[in-house]
């Protein structure tokens, strides 16, 4: 999230309105920059004959041929790093334990490799392409539906040629289901940890080293937190200010690491004996590993405004390796010990398989905190693409009303749509299988395709694209069907949440 993701955005990631020193989040940098190109950063190059920049198709520019005019103050590599780390990392990364039990103990830290190496790459690639046609356009930022549509552009395809346009509304379209997609997560993910913590209250003690069952008090089904959440997360959107977002955003992940320390101070002691845990999990269940796990790595979108706005873009490509090598380390190391210590129990949210000890009760209400607000930066995204052409349509006297009133009816579809999937495991996987594998997976490769087709590609190349991309649309097929298929099994509720009852 890919939550990120934050942004995001995981968000993500997808805009962005630009990086003051005292950073938004990705996911609200994202959003204005993937809808613009009158951005004032400027970018040069030396350019070949066939209009590609030195380096080719084989990766990013060269270093010492590829020059760029970062802004004066635009950020350093340490604060692209951390909102790079920010946009990556969110509600996924705690999925990601029971996504693992999906796949098996062995095939699921592989498997969870393998998606970082090609995640990277593909962001990779949509740098390139991006950068490929701020050359040949002379333009000084090419978003990612741009990049798509200027790259159908360069097909030998008449047609698709001609229907380029859809390129880029294909890719909003995509931008804003994930995005919304993320906050259903939100939704869901509040509702189960706050019914916990509430059912636990007259229970809950300080002695964290207790293993003694705890009764839990009857409270509300979870879908009634959702509904008691809706009107403080409807107020929440009203925000539409990015510098008070940001610093929302600030205390969500300042929140957010407390929480991930303590979770994994926890999970690292006392891990019982791994020889019963399978080390390749029934085939059945893989599609919903890899929709967990492309949702946590779907922070694509804030790759190319988070390069557009460094003061020194020529550091960008170390910057996110290292910042992708470090998230996928996270990624890995919480989902094996998070397996591990808790096993075959494992639940959707492993901050739900935390003691009910106030320790523990705090964390999850801390991380709560950070979810609630980062539902603000994500929801920016879809409220800046689809508000501002419909308010446009009506007068300026009613401008303000309308747009309070879109944002409201946009924030009641997602909590309608948590409610009617009320399984934070399923929904993760869900909106991981149907937009996050085409915006990480699917499109970039074949966007490498037609930017270069015609300037002549070597064959490897095109079948290594080919390859990712159909691996991305297997996962998003049968991603797809077997959430789909999982919302239909009959659920049993453990510990407060829902889960499979199989």
Same mark, same amino acid.
């Given at each position: 999230?890919?939550?990120?993701?934050? !942004?995001?955005?995981?968000?993500?990631?997808?805009?962005?309105?630009?990086?003051?020193?005292?950073? !938004?989040?990705?996911?609200?940098?994202?959003?204005?920059?993937?809808?613009?190109?009158?951005?004032?950063?400027?970018?040069?190059?030396?350019?070949?004959?066939?209009?590609?920049?030195?380096?080719?198709?084989?990766?990013?520019?060269?270093?010492?041929?590829?020059?760029?005019?970062?802004?004066?103050?635009?950020?350093?590599?340490?604060?692209?790093?951390?909102?790079?780390?920010?946009?990556?990392?969110?509600?996924?990364?705690?999925?990601?334990? %029971?996504?693992?039990?999906?796949?098996?103990?062995?095939?699921?830290?592989?498997?969870?490799?393998?998606? $970082?190496?090609?995640?990277?790459?593909?962001?990779?690639?949509?740098?390139?392409?991006?950068?490929?046609?701020?050359? #040949?356009?002379?333009?000084?930022?090419?978003?990612?539906?741009?990049?798509?549509?200027?790259?159908?552009?360069s097909?030998?395809?008449?047609?698709?040629?001609?229907?380029?346009?859809?390129?880029?509304?294909?890719?909003?379209l995509?931008?804003? %289901?994930?995005?919304?997609?993320?906050?259903?997560?939100?939704?869901?993910?509040?509702?189960?940890?706050?019914?916990?913590?509430?059912?636990?209250?007259?229970?809950?003690?300080?002695?964290?080293?207790?293993?003694?069952?705890?009764?839990?008090?009857?409270?509300?089904?979870?879908?009634?937190?959702?509904?008691? %959440?809706?009107?403080?997360?409807? %107020?929440?959107?009203?925000?539409?200010?990015?510098?008070?977002?940001?610093?929302?955003?600030?205390?969500?992940?300042?929140?957010?690491?407390?929480?991930?320390?303590?979770?994994?101070?926890?999970?690292?002691?006392?891990?019982?004996?791994?020889?019963?845990?399978?080390?390749?999990?029934?085939w059945?269940?893989?599609?919903l590993?890899?929709?967990?796990?492309?949702?946590a790595?779907?922070?694509?979108?804030?790759?190319? !405004?988070?390069?557009?706005?460094?003061?020194?873009?020529?550091?960008? !490509?170390?910057?996110?390796?290292?910042?992708?090598?470090?998230?996928?380390?996270?990624?890995?190391?919480?989902?094996?010990?998070?397996?591990?210590?808790?096993?075959?129990?494992?639940?959707?949210?492993?901050?739900?398989?935390?003691?009910?000890?106030?320790?523990?009760?705090?964390?999850?209400?801390?991380?709560?905190?950070?979810?609630?607000?980062?539902?603000?930066?994500?929801?920016?995204?879809?409220?800046?693409?689809?508000?501002?052409?419909?308010?446009a #349509?009506?007068?300026?006297?009613?401008?303000?009303?309308?747009?309070?009133?879109? #944002?409201v009816a946009?924030?009641?579809?997602?909590?309608?749509?948590?409610?009617?999937?009320?399984?934070?495991?399923?929904?993760?996987?869900?909106? $991981?299988?149907?937009?996050s594998?085409?915006?990480?997976?699917?499109?970039?490769?074949?966007?490498?395709?037609?930017?270069?087709?015609?300037?002549?590609?070597?064959?490897?190349?095109i079948?290594?694209?080919?390859?990712?991309?159909?691996?991305?649309?297997?996962?998003?097929?049968?991603?797809?069907?077997?959430?789909?298929?999982e919302?239909?099994?009959?659920?049993?509720?453990?510990?407060g949440?829902?889960?499979?009852?199989?």
């Amino acid at each position: 999230m890919a939550d990120a993701k934050e !942004p995001g955005l995981g968000a993500v990631e997808l805009g962005s309105p630009g990086v003051p020193d005292a950073a !938004p989040s990705p996911g609200t940098m994202s959003t204005r920059r993937l809808r613009s190109e009158d951005y004032n950063d400027y970018s040069s190059t030396d350019v070949t004959p066939e209009g590609s920049p030195p380096g080719g198709i084989n990766g990013f520019a060269r270093p010492e041929s590829y020059q760029r005019f970062g802004e004066t103050n635009g950020t350093t590599w340490y604060q692209t790093l951390i909102h790079l780390l920010k946009g990556n990392i969110g509600t996924g990364l705690l999925g990601l334990p %029971l996504a693992l039990k999906n796949a098996g103990i062995l095939l699921g830290p592989l498997s969870l490799l393998v998606m $970082g190496v090609v995640a990277v790459h593909c962001m990779s690639i949509l740098v390139k392409c991006a950068h490929h046609f701020c050359y #040949r356009f002379q333009k000084q930022f090419v978003d990612y539906g741009g990049a798509v549509m200027y790259g159908l552009e360069s097909t030998p395809s008449a047609w698709l040629r001609t229907h380029a346009v859809w390129g880029r509304r294909l890719v909003g379209l995509f931008l804003i %289901l994930t995005q919304l997609g993320f906050c259903c997560v939100y939704f869901v993910f509040l509702a189960d940890n706050l019914r916990q913590v509430v059912s636990a209250a007259n229970d809950t003690t300080n002695d964290c080293n207790s293993n003694r069952t705890v009764a839990l008090t009857p409270t509300m089904d979870s879908r009634l937190y959702m509904l008691s %959440l809706l009107p403080f997360v409807v %107020l929440l959107s009203f925000i539409q200010n990015l510098k008070v977002l940001s610093i929302f955003s600030m205390l969500a992940n300042v929140a957010m690491l407390v929480s991930l320390v303590v979770i994994y101070q926890y999970i690292v002691r006392d891990i019982p004996d791994p020889s019963d845990l399978p080390l390749v999990a029934a085939w059945k269940t893989y599609p919903l590993f890899f929709g967990t796990a492309i949702f946590a790595f779907e922070g694509i979108g804030v790759v190319l !405004p988070l390069e557009n706005k460094m003061k020194n873009p020529r550091q960008f !490509p170390v910057i996110l390796y290292v910042g992708m090598t470090i998230v996928t380390i996270l990624y890995i190391s919480l989902s094996v010990l998070g397996y591990l210590r808790f096993g075959a129990s494992i639940q959707a949210s492993i901050t739900l398989n935390l003691p009910n000890c106030w320790l523990y009760q705090a964390v999850k209400l801390l991380f709560s905190f950070g979810i609630f607000f980062t539902y603000a930066v994500q929801f920016y995204v879809p409220a800046e693409i689809i508000i501002p052409p419909l308010v446009a #349509r009506v007068s300026e006297r009613w401008g303000w009303v309308v747009n309070l009133l879109l #944002r409201v009816a946009l924030v009641s579809v997602t909590c309608v749509l948590a409610i009617l999937i009320p399984r934070l495991d399923i929904v993760i996987s869900l909106v $991981g299988s149907v937009s996050s594998s085409a915006l990480a997976l699917i499109f970039p490769p074949l966007l490498e395709i037609a930017t270069y087709y015609v300037e002549g590609m070597h064959p490897l190349v095109i079948a290594k694209d080919v390859a990712i991309s159909l691996i991305g649309f297997v996962g998003f097929v049968v991603g797809t069907y077997e959430a789909l298929v999982e919302l239909a099994t009959p659920a049993a509720v453990i510990n407060g949440t829902s889960v499979s009852a199989q």
